[in-house]
């Protein structure tokens, strides 16, 4: 009652005395009415009806429904809340350690790192200083730190790449620090990202294959196999990387005599074999038409203009790309901050431009890849998939398999 008398009260401020004490006597003989009709509004009292009309109080019944609305704020919170505990004591001991020495894979040196810094100021509010140096072997970054941790040494690097076998290496070389990196992630990045139960993270993902030239070879000759590669008529066409243990893969899959035997016969094409960039420079060149390597060279290249295709060599292969932070280092906390912004949507974005993605993210080239090969009904493999596969790169037929993949390689 008192709410309609105020309501009362601020429409009637402007009548004339006349106007109120005719209103009044009006009201005290509804009073008195037993059961009569409020009296009729005058005609501006549609102006609080608009406020709250009548029909929309009848809709107003629905107004728990708009209540139930409101979990769409209660789903933006999170991000309002800023970062986790965890993250914010990362990221105010990266303040303080200031800089970080990173081994970053090749391309990611240079241009990319100010993208990096710039991304991780515009997300955390951090001037990270990031000393890079490029990587050109995963086997001998791991040799390098294991040989410093042996000497007990400070780490010369706070992070360093390397494949899922030298993951665990480096695992049972007691050099990679274990880390809770669920509550460090960014939004948005898939926790698939976190490998070996929290001693490495995956930055990227590549496929190994075959990149060949369509311009010097037709689709329809273009080898789909390594018995292919194996045909005489390849004979100075064909270069190759140079990582024995990538190689062991395919030995597994394809049977290890096999494989070694299939191999040999491609060593008589007198193959040049080399380490992923020189590769890309000679396909670059126009020296070789044909190269086995990594998925993210082919992109890289398509990225200069040159045209180049992609068939997956019997099997379709993925090899991760971890990173792994150094036990001991000075600046662990920097080290953790560049390695969760490198596995965000935002460094993925920047590994896209070298050439480089993941199955994580879609709109790249490995994620086509894998679902080409997919639908093409080729099984998958990578390094720990299937989970028998790391004993057997452990295991001294494995170790074996590998030294004689280098000597052939090598043509020894």
């Given at each position: 009652?008192?709410?309609?008398?105020?309501?009362?009260?601020?429409?009637?401020?402007?009548?004339?005395?006349?106007?109120?004490?005719?209103?009044?006597?009006?009201?005290?003989?509804?009073?008195?009415?037993?059961?009569?009709?409020?009296?009729?509004?005058?005609?501006?009292?549609?102006?609080?009806?608009?406020?709250?009309?009548?029909?929309?109080?009848?809709?107003?019944?629905?107004?728990?429904?708009?209540?139930?609305?409101?979990?769409?704020?209660?789903?933006?919170?999170?991000?309002?809340?800023?970062?986790?505990?965890?993250?914010?004591?990362?990221?105010?001991?990266?303040?303080?350690?200031?800089?970080?020495?990173?081994?970053?894979?090749?391309?990611?040196?240079?241009?990319?790192?100010?993208?990096?810094?710039?991304?991780?100021?515009?997300?955390?509010?951090v001037d990270l200083q990031i000393d890079a140096?490029?990587?050109?072997?995963?086997?001998?970054?791991?040799?390098?730190?294991?040989?410093?941790?042996?000497?007990?040494?400070?780490?010369?690097?706070?992070?360093?790449?390397?494949?899922?076998?030298?993951?665990?290496?480096?695992?049972?070389?007691?050099?990679?620090?274990?880390?809770?990196?669920?509550?460090?992630?960014?939004?948005?990045?898939?926790?698939?990202?976190?490998?070996?139960?929290?001693?490495?993270?995956?930055?990227?993902?590549?496929?190994?294959?075959?990149?060949?030239?369509?311009?010097?070879?037709?689709?329809?000759?273009?080898?789909?196999?390594?018995?292919?590669?194996?045909?005489?008529?390849?004979?100075?066409?064909?270069?190759?990387?140079?990582?024995?243990?990538?190689?062991?893969?395919?030995?597994?899959?394809?049977?290890?005599?096999?494989?070694?035997?299939?191999?040999?016969?491609?060593a008589k094409n007198n193959p040049v074999v080399?380490?992923?960039?020189?590769?890309?420079?000679?396909?670059?060149?126009?020296?070789?038409?044909?190269?086995?390597?990594?998925?993210?060279?082919?992109v890289s290249v398509r990225n200069k203009g040159?045209?180049?295709?992609?068939?997956?060599?019997?099997?379709?292969?993925?090899?991760?790309?971890?990173?792994?932070?150094?036990?001991?280092?000075?600046?662990?906390?920097?080290?953790?901050?560049?390695?969760?912004?490198?596995?965000?949507?935002?460094?993925?974005?920047?590994?896209?431009?070298?050439?480089?993605?993941?199955?994580?993210?879609?709109?790249?080239?490995?994620?086509?890849?894998?679902?080409?090969?997919?639908?093409?009904?080729?099984?998958?493999?990578?390094?720990?998939?299937?989970?028998?596969?790391?004993?057997?790169?452990?295991?001294?037929?494995?170790?074996?398999?590998?030294?004689?993949?280098?000597?052939?390689?090598?043509?020894?």
């Amino acid at each position: 009652m008192r709410r309609d008398e105020l309501r009362s009260r601020r429409v009637i401020a402007p009548w004339s005395w006349h106007a109120i004490s005719t209103l009044v006597l009006t009201l005290v003989l509804a009073a008195c009415a037993p059961a009569a009709p409020p009296p009729p509004t005058p005609t501006s009292a549609p102006k609080p009806a608009a406020a709250t009309p009548a029909p929309a109080a009848t809709k107003a019944a629905p107004a728990p429904a708009a209540a139930t609305a409101a979990p769409a704020p209660s789903k933006a919170t999170p991000a309002a809340k800023g970062p986790s505990a965890a993250l914010a004591q990362v990221i105010e001991g990266t303040k303080r350690e200031g800089r970080v020495q990173a081994m970053l894979q090749t391309g990611m040196v240079g241009e990319p790192v100010k993208e990096i810094q710039q991304g991780i100021k515009a997300k955390y509010g951090v001037d990270l200083q990031i000393d890079a140096v490029p990587s050109q072997s995963y086997p001998v970054a791991l040799s390098a730190a294991i040989a410093e941790h042996k000497a007990g040494v400070e780490p010369s690097l706070d992070i360093i790449p390397l494949g899922v076998l030298q993951a665990v290496d480096a695992i049972k070389a007691g050099i990679a620090e274990k880390v809770d990196w669920a509550p460090l992630l960014r939004e948005g990045t898939p926790k698939e990202v976190i490998q070996q139960d929290g001693y490495a993270v995956v930055t990227f993902m590549s496929h190994s294959g075959l990149a060949y030239n369509p311009k010097v070879i037709a689709p329809s000759e273009v080898p789909k196999s390594f018995t292919d590669l194996a045909n005489p008529k390849w004979k100075g066409k064909l270069a190759m990387y140079s990582y024995p243990v990538t190689y062991v893969t395919y030995a597994y899959a394809l049977g290890a005599d096999k494989f070694i035997s299939t191999l040999r016969e491609i060593a008589k094409n007198n193959p040049v074999v080399e380490p992923y960039a020189q590769g890309e420079t000679r396909f670059t060149a126009g020296e070789y038409p044909l190269l086995v390597t990594q998925s993210s060279t082919l992109v890289s290249v398509r990225n200069k203009g040159i045209q180049a295709e992609w068939v997956s060599l019997d099997i379709s292969y993925i090899q991760k790309h971890n990173m792994i932070v150094r036990k001991g280092t000075k600046r662990p906390n920097a080290a953790k901050l560049l390695t969760v912004f490198l596995a965000s949507p935002e460094g993925h974005k920047i590994y896209n431009k070298t050439g480089r993605g993941t199955m994580f993210y879609p709109g790249n080239f490995e994620f086509e890849v894998h679902d080409r090969d997919v639908k093409a009904g080729m099984k998958v493999y990578a390094q720990d998939d299937p989970p028998d596969i790391v004993s057997f790169f452990l295991s001294d037929k494995g170790k074996q398999l590998e030294k004689e993949i280098g000597d052939i390689l090598q043509q020894k």
